[in-house]
């Protein structure tokens, strides 16, 4: 292909991608009770309040703006794949495939659980924590903003064994060394949960630090059983 051939390509998978987003956020605001409903589920029954006339637009607009980009972003990564794909060795262009489609589980899984397990626990929190001097109103941007960041943070951290495993790829890691050091990434995770977590709970320090060692294990099994598979394969 000649570079304006390899331009008019990209083209036209950015032109997919930004499709992809419009109607997306088309869908999103045709839906927008039924999917702002899901975003406050966790509040139970807490009203927003908004503090500027356009609040209430902006509120609308970035749920739908937010709903395109999730909806757009694994079709970008799916549309840069398959843009460099030639450019791949033919063995690893099914195992790249089998990597995005396991990213974006995690990612789902992350998300999820974040939604599910770990917001409605930190909003319960943070709302009764000093309820007796002071009564809670939360804006719809903060809100909004609170709910997306702490759900994609849980998306990435969900990438963990993914991480893992491109590391044993590059230098093949021993399960006894993983396990030798499974005290400090124990000791590393429930900081790190101290610090996302936005409340002072154990509770809620313990929602987002299990989940981070159980995904260490099982890193650990798929690098465990990656190596063998490769040592068996060697014979």
Known sequence: MTVRQHLLELRRRAALVVACFVVASAVAYYW???????????LDQHKLVYLTPAGGFNFVFSVTVMFGLACSVPVAIYQIYKYIAPALPPHFRGYSLRLFATSLSLLLAGVMFGYFIAVPGAIRFLLSFASEYVQASLTADSYVSFVVSYTLGMGVMFQLPLLMAGANLVHELSLWSLLKYERYFIVGALVLAAI??????????????VPLIALYQVGCLAIALTNRRRHDTMK
């Open 196 to 209: 996302i977590t936005p409340t002072p709970d154990v509770f809620n320090m313990l929602l987002v630090a």
């Open 32 to 42: 927008r009770s039924e999917l702002i409903s899901l975003i406050l589920r966790p």
